[in-house]
């Protein structure tokens, strides 16, 4: 295996320091990436001293090396997974034949698209998030802030190692763009609609490494089946820091919940005004950011019979997460039954190919993924003998991309009136007075050891750290 070499300017296991041209393109970018960090980042926060993971190698053992680091010092590097011994094309119409580890000339311009769309989220979330710290419940969650953001800011980098390496000057040309949109800036915006929404307060934080980072998972996974193979081990790197973001939303929102049973025990009753008197959040509220943020990242997996997604998997550019697990490789002879609005306030099926209904398919298993952490979070409820439960609405709901695309239904995914729709608001989405009240209880706490009183502290440390931790200095 290529050990990381920390002697270079940036460090990588892709023996960069042989192909000087590529090298001196990347240490030309690195500046640049630098004076977008300390602009866009989280640049309040770049004299402290932060607990974080580098990754110095891709082996087990190297991949998560702790310590403190300043933020700006952290040492973002190109890592690619190691290379499977005769890897051949898992899916399409190439099924078997050898991986690349060329560009393929046809499909050039449809990767280049696939690499920057999955790269504009990266720095487009460092963005969204870079003013949270100011606010962090714990010394315990401004320390995890800060490496999703250091993370995202790596996946920028494996991105953008992959367009200076085999996109040429175009290549060059779009890694400068993904500096120039920022997330929610009204004539450069970011790509994708959700990487424009703010995330000003902790809740939205949880719900957006909960679902949006889960996404990223499943993006991660399509593209790890690419036949283009320097793409394929770039994304299953990446995938192993995934891990984490979605660790923390996970628990974040558990942790959430825990307090505010807490609380209603206190209290002896759930009642939501009751509730934010005692400074918590009650769990209507907590359902609706949960809607907001679970039906806008729906829309990121595309459209739902889409000639885009059927060619990405005949030609095997993308494929669907854990390819492996499917029979059918090829999906020419099989079809799949898409429920679509009749026009009539009602719901029809209608058969289309397997490979037009690729995004449907793994926005399916995307849903089933973000269940099991409503089950979690059930259980607390459960256990605590409350009939509350967190559910998930119906994948129609809200939509704004897609067949279902500004159709109003209700929660269950039923086709409602207008009317009704905008009538509900306030029962299904977060309203002004929701963020108002959720925005009044984010006050930072750094004091070793001490939690906000909106949510419970952790079940463990990081790295096996007491939760109590000093995971940030401050000079
Ligand atoms: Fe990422
Ligand atoms: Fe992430």
């Known amino acids: 295996m290529m050990e990381a070499n920390y002697q270079d300017r940036i460090p990588n296991n892709v023996d960069l320091g042989s192909n000087r041209t590529l090298q001196r393109a990347l240490e030309h970018w690195q500046p640049e990436f630098l004076n977008w960090w300390h602009g866009l980042g989280p640049s309040d926060f770049n004299a402290a001293e932060v607990y974080l993971r580098t990754a110095i190698s891709v082996d087990t053992k190297g991949w998560a090396t702790f310590d403190y680091v300043k933020m700006p010092e952290y040492r973002w590097g190109i890592f690619l997974a190691e290379p499977g011994a005769d890897r051949r094309i898992g899916f399409g119409d190439n099924l078997g034949q050898p991986v690349w580890q060329q560009m393929p000339g046809e499909h050039r311009s449809t990767l280049r698209r696939l690499i920057v769309t999955q790269g504009d989220t990266e720095p487009a979330s460092v963005e969204q998030q870079r003013l949270l710290g100011h606010t962090a419940p714990s010394l315990y969650d401004l320390r995890n802030l800060f490496q999703v953001n250091v993370e995202e800011g790596r996946h920028l980098w494996a991105m953008v190692y992959l367009l200076h390496a085999y996109f040429g000057r175009d290549g060059r040309e779009e890694a400068e763009e993904l500096l120039e949109r920022h997330s929610g800036d009204a004539d450069k915006p970011r790509i994708l609609s959700t990487f424009n929404e703010p995330i000003s307060d902790w809740l939205s934080f949880y719900m957006f490494t909960y679902f949006t980072d889960r996404d990223g998972k499943f993006q991660l996974k399509s593209l790890a089946e690419s036949s283009f193979d320097p793409l394929s081990r770039t994304c299953r790197f990446m995938l192993t820091e995934e891990a984490h973001h979605m660790f923390v939303g996970d628990t974040g929102i558990g942790r959430v919940i825990k307090r505010t049973i807490e609380v209603m025990k206190e209290l002896g009753t759930d009642d939501p005004v009751a509730v934010r008197k005692a400074g918590a959040i009650d769990l209507p509220t907590v359902q609706r950011y949960l809607n907001f943020w679970f039906s806008s990242s729906l829309d990121l997996f595309g459209g739902d019979s889409s000639s885009n997604a059927a060619s990405y998997f005949a030609n095997g550019l993308k494929g669907r997460p854990d390819e492996e697990r499917y029979e059918d490789h090829l999906a020419t002879e099989t079809g799949y039954a898409l429920d679509l609005p009749d026009g009539k306030g009602g719901v029809r099926q209608e058969q289309i190919p397997m490979r037009n209904a690729m995004n449907e398919v793994v926005r399916e298993s995307y849903v089933r993924d973000c269940e099991k952490g409503l089950a979690r979070w059930n259980k607390l409820l459960e256990d605590a003998g409350y ?62 050891g001490k939690m906000a009183g909106w949510i419970a502290p952790p079940e463990r440390g990081i790295n096996a750290k007491p939760t109590d931790f000093e995971y940030v200095l401050f000079h």
């Open 387 to 448: 009939p509350d439960r967190m559910v998930l609405p119906s994948p129609r709901f809200r939509r704004t991309v897609g067949s279902w695309a500004n159709i109003p239904t209700d929660t269950m995914g039923k086709p409602i009136g207008s009317e009704e729709f905008a009538a509900r608001q306030t029962e299904w989405l977060p309203t002004e007075n929701d963020r108002a009240y959720v925005r009044s209880l984010m006050k930072g706490v750094f004091e070793r």
